[in-house]
Nanobody
């Protein structure tokens, strides 16, 4: 069983940067792909970014491409989401996810964190 704990959310202004962290325990982190999803009030959970277990392959939603980066530290069992040039439409609860494979579909990920709130004021 894999446990995921996100941190780093907060209230920022348009154009600011924020880095989210997701610490994993249990399971074999280095063999898991990791992803970030977000969910705004009244909306479905949507894919943001993912990284393969090797770290060699990364994937991004079009809405964040060029502004967000994803990275992982297998030694410390942590995945990061660096968010730059934040916009009000980035406001959401951000969730970390883990699974063997990578998918842009939330229902295909097996393990989830509790989420961290990111609010971008205009």
């Amino acid at each position: 069983q894999v446990q995921l704990v996100e941190s780093g959310g907060g209230l920022v202004q348009t154009g600011d940067s924020l880095r989210l962290s997701c610490a994993a325990s249990g399971g074999t982190f280095s063999s898991l792909s990791m992803g970030w999803f977000r969910q705004a009030p009244g909306k479905e959970r949507e894919f943001v970014a993912a990284i393969s277990w090797t770290g060699h392959n990364t994937y991004f939603a079009d809405s964040v491409k060029g502004r967000f980066t994803i990275s992982r530290d297998n030694a410390n069992k942590t995945v990061y989401l660096q968010m730059n040039t934040l916009k009000p439409e980035d406001t959401a609860v951000y969730y970390c996810a883990a699974d063997v494979g990578v998918s842009r579909t939330a229902s295909l990920w097996s393990y989830w964190g509790q989420g961290t709130q990111v609010t971008v004021s205009s």
